[in-house]
RNA sequence: GGGCGUGUGGCCUAGCCUGGAUAGGGCGCUGGCCUUCUAAGCCAGCGGUCGCGGGUUCGAAUCCCGCCACGCCCA
């Protein structure tokens, strides 16, 4: 299926290929760009003057006055760039009548039969989520959430690190000081995450100054290793409130998980002593003793050490080969994968790709992203040096309550609204910038309501739904919609680009390419309601309808940022 | 020592893959706009050697090389 404006590019090329071999005989690729405001579309004649020893000027020229189409308006040569035009009445026709028709489902593309797992927050149990990693879930969220629109069939995964050293500590913790009574339980909070680090935070403190606790620590983390059901068992009935807790925080941001795998899962089904005995029949891969480390030498990774162990020289495995039976076992139930990373995790998949490469497996596509940092330096579960992402949710409502109070009429739903201000505005600030860009964590800037922020957009969108409720009446078909006022026309024009918006992000896996397209379109839309008097008016029916194609855009924009479409602020 | 990433007005950020027209936004600041569809809005203004140096090119924020700073990592 295709969209208006793409069909008025496709026109474009076409015709810009025809005449370029029709005047000079030559057949290149042509690359159309979409400048800001000159044109909707152009094309710079540099390149063909300089192949045909010709001023560009003249070819543009040339050119464009041998280009027509029933999508191009106009033509114009300007310096050396030919300027093409969208048919405005024709775009906003089918625009109009295709959002009205597919509503919630315009934008998507065509099916891909193509199933990916896209594996994203996976946190270690031991504790709540910090803002530190609140990219993790945001982002991993929002590209399943595209990918989905994208016409992919996807399942979100959460690895959960059931033997580490985290969870053993606070195993470790649970057992020694809350079931001996060392410690007393202190519920500031309910959710258990909460109650449950601070036996970590304790036992990490612990195991820093008393070699015997260290040593019993690792005793736990020996026994997982090999295996022993029982002891996994048993953690897993402490570590599984902290899940709990977590899970908690990420349905508050809207943000549901499809599955959750266990890493022990490869240790207990055999597939971690497969995967070992398979890599060491393989080149690079030596002995040293027992243990089994992949040669880095030849994969250009020279740091100070250049093996990667896989194996203890006990045997036992190491989180690395784990990851990798986790790879493979993925791999087989998906076409690709998409894997969520803090950029501390770049070794760690490097060498996971490479030795999934000598297997001849699937490797991951992995988005990392940089730390969310305190100005005081970084966040710190074990330190206690953090600001948890409860608290920020909790400091985020509060705010919006005081906004929407303010506001109120009596009738509204203020917790509904302040919830939904708060979670948006949460949500969109971290996915407006970048993943690999560093953020250092400023209250002010993640609690913004204004300017680039998502209540900004939710606050367009509901202003739409304000004007369709008051106008009260039915939107009729209009055979010949005719729109004449710049902002009108530059509305109609950023709705057309929404299909090209999506399959842009989901092309270069870059979700802030949407944030940011969701403003200019709630931009967009303030210009026209400035301009454009809609209720009452002597054109009143046909912006009715440019309204309700906005408020629908406008929706399918916020639900792909997994933001809630409010129809009253 | 090595690898990966980042560097754009006081602060934050888009654009970099795929080079193209006066480098888009936002916050803050200054001034203005609520007797008509929600002022979480709108308008105007101030503010930029796109880290530095070289190269490629008709043309570089964008590509290449070198350097500097910051972040993450070397199990």
Same mark, same amino acid.
């Given at each position: 299926?295709?969209?208006?404006?793409?069909?008025?590019?496709?026109?474009?090329?076409?015709?810009?290929?025809?005449?370029?071999?029709?005047?000079?005989?030559?057949?290149?690729?042509?690359?159309?760009?979409?400048?800001?405001?000159?044109?909707?579309?152009?094309?710079?004649?540099?390149?063909?003057?300089?192949?045909?020893?010709?001023?560009?000027?003249?070819?543009?020229?040339?050119?464009?006055?041998?280009?027509?189409?029933?999508?191009?308006?106009?033509?114009?040569?300007?310096?050396?760039?030919?300027?093409?035009?969208?048919?405005?009445?024709?775009?906003?026709?089918?625009?109009?009548?295709?959002?009205?028709?597919?509503?919630?489902?315009?934008?998507?593309?065509?099916?891909?039969?193509?199933?990916?797992?896209?594996?994203?927050?996976?946190?270690?149990?031991?504790?709540?989520?910090?803002?530190?990693?609140?990219?993790?879930?945001?982002?991993?969220?929002?590209?399943?959430?595209?990918?989905?629109?994208?016409?992919?069939?996807?399942?979100?995964?959460?690895?959960?690190?059931?033997?580490?050293?985290?969870?053993?500590?606070?195993?470790?913790?649970?057992?020694?000081?809350?079931?001996?009574?060392?410690?007393?339980?202190?519920?500031?909070?309910?959710?258990?995450?909460?109650?449950?680090?601070?036996?970590?935070?304790?036992?990490?403190?612990?195991?820093?100054?008393?070699?015997?606790?260290?040593?019993?620590?690792?005793?736990?983390?020996?026994?997982?290793?090999?295996?022993?059901?029982?002891?996994?068992?048993?953690?897993?009935?402490?570590?599984?409130?902290?899940?709990?807790?977590?899970?908690?925080?990420?349905?508050?941001?809207?943000?549901?998980?499809?599955?959750?795998?266990?890493?022990?899962?490869?240790?207990?089904?055999?597939?971690?002593?497969?995967?070992?005995?398979?890599?060491?029949?393989?080149?690079?891969?030596?002995?040293?003793?027992?243990?089994?480390?992949?040669?880095?030498?030849?994969?250009?990774?020279?740091?100070?050490?250049?093996?990667?162990?896989?194996?203890?020289?006990?045997?036992?495995?190491?989180?690395?080969?784990?990851?990798?039976?986790?790879?493979?076992?993925?791999?087989?139930?998906?076409?690709?994968?998409?894997?969520?990373?803090?950029?501390?995790?770049?070794?760690?998949?490097?060498?996971?790709?490479?030795?999934?490469?000598?297997?001849?497996?699937?490797?991951?596509?992995?988005?990392?992203?940089?730390?969310?940092?305190?100005?005081?330096?970084?966040?710190?579960?074990?330190?206690?040096?953090?600001?948890?992402?409860?608290?920020?949710?909790?400091?985020?409502?509060?705010?919006?309550?005081?906004?929407?109070?303010?506001?109120?009429?009596?009738?509204?739903?203020?917790?509904? =609204?302040? %919830?939904?201000?708060? $979670?948006?505005?949460?949500?969109? +600030?971290? !996915? &407006?910038?970048?993943? #690999?860009?560093? @953020?250092?964590?400023?209250?002010?800037?993640?609690?913004?309501?204004?300017?680039?922020?998502?209540?900004?957009?939710?606050?367009?969108?509901?202003?739409?739904?304000? =004007?369709? %409720?008051?106008?009260? $009446?039915?939107?009729?078909?209009? +055979?010949? !919609? &005719?729109?004449?006022? #710049?902002?009108? @026309?530059?509305?109609?024009?950023?709705?057309?680009?929404?299909?090209?918006?999506?399959?842009?992000?989901?092309?270069?896996?870059?979700?802030?390419?949407?944030?940011?397209?969701?403003?200019?379109?709630?931009?967009?839309?303030?210009?026209?309601?400035?301009?454009?008097?809609?209720?009452?008016?002597?054109?009143?029916?046909?912006?009715?309808?440019?309204?309700?194609?906005?408020?629908?855009?406008?929706?399918?924009?916020?639900?792909?940022?997994?933001?809630?479409?409010?129809?009253?602020?």
């Amino acid at each position: 299926m295709k969209y208006p404006f793409e069909i008025f590019k496709e026109e474009v090329i076409m015709q810009l290929e025809k005449a370029i071999k029709n005047l000079y005989n030559l057949e290149i690729e042509v690359k159309v760009e979409k400048p800001k405001e000159i044109a909707d579309l152009a094309f710079p004649c540099f390149q063909l003057s300089k192949i045909l020893k010709k001023d560009a000027r003249e070819i543009s020229k040339e050119i464009s006055k041998r280009i027509k189409g029933e999508w191009i308006k106009e033509t114009k040569a300007m310096g050396g760039y030919i300027n093409f035009y969208i048919n405005v009445d024709k775009l906003a026709k089918e625009l109009i009548t295709k959002i009205e028709k597919m509503g919630d489902n315009f934008g998507k593309l065509d099916k891909k039969n193509l199933k990916v797992i896209v594996e994203h927050t996976s946190a270690n149990p031991n504790g709540p989520l910090h803002v530190g990693r609140a990219r993790n879930p945001i982002i991993g969220d929002t590209i399943a959430r595209l990918l989905k629109f994208g016409g992919y069939d996807v399942i979100t995964q959460y690895y959960v690190d059931d033997m580490g050293k985290q969870v053993a500590t606070l195993f470790w913790g649970v057992k020694n000081l809350k079931e001996k009574g060392k410690i007393m339980e202190e519920k500031t909070r309910k959710k258990p995450d909460h109650t449950y680090v601070v036996y970590y935070q304790i036992a990490s403190k612990l195991m820093e100054e008393d070699e015997r606790v260290k040593e019993e620590i690792e005793e736990i983390m020996r026994k997982c290793e090999k295996g022993d059901r029982k002891i996994l068992d048993e953690m897993k009935k402490i570590y599984k409130n902290v899940l709990e807790g977590i899970v908690e925080s990420l349905r508050m941001l809207n943000i549901e998980i499809d599955e959750f795998i266990e890493e022990s899962q490869f240790v207990l089904d055999g597939s971690v002593e497969k995967v070992i005995k398979e890599l060491e029949r393989l080149p690079h891969v030596k002995k040293e003793g027992k243990a089994v480390y992949i040669d880095l030498e030849p994969f250009g990774i020279h740091g100070r050490d250049k093996k990667f162990y896989l194996t203890r020289s006990d045997g036992t495995s190491l989180y690395a080969i784990r990851d990798i039976a986790y790879h493979i076992w993925k791999g087989e139930r998906a076409d690709f994968l998409i894997n969520v990373l803090g950029e501390d995790h770049k070794l760690e998949a490097k060498l996971v790709e490479i030795a999934l490469k000598l297997l001849n497996k699937k490797t991951p596509e992995v988005i990392f992203y940089a730390f969310v940092s305190l100005p005081e330096g970084r966040m710190s579960t074990r330190k206690g040096r953090v600001v948890y992402l409860d608290d920020l949710i909790e400091e985020a409502i509060e705010r919006a309550k005081k906004e929407v109070e303010k506001r109120s009429n009596g009738e509204k739903d203020v917790e509904y =609204i302040a %919830r939904s201000v708060a $979670i948006g505005a949460i949500r969109y +600030n971290i !996915i &407006k910038v970048k993943p #690999e860009k560093a @953020i250092i964590f400023k209250w002010e800037e993640a609690l913004n309501f204004e300017g680039e922020s998502a209540p900004f957009i939710q606050y367009a969108h509901a202003r739409c739904c304000s =004007i369709l %409720r008051k106008a009260g $009446i039915k939107i009729e078909e209009i +055979n010949d !919609i &005719k729109y004449n006022h #710049e902002s009108e @026309i530059n509305l109609i024009k950023m709705l057309s680009l929404f299909p090209e918006i999506i399959k842009e992000s989901i092309k270069t896996r870059n979700p802030s390419m949407l944030a940011e397209y969701s403003y200019s379109l709630a931009s967009c839309f303030n210009a026209f309601y400035r301009d454009c008097r809609v209720i009452g008016s002597d054109k009143e029916k046909e912006r009715l309808l440019l309204v309700n194609a906005t408020r629908q855009v406008l929706k399918n924009c916020l639900n792909l940022l997994g933001i809630e479409a409010l129809e009253e602020m």
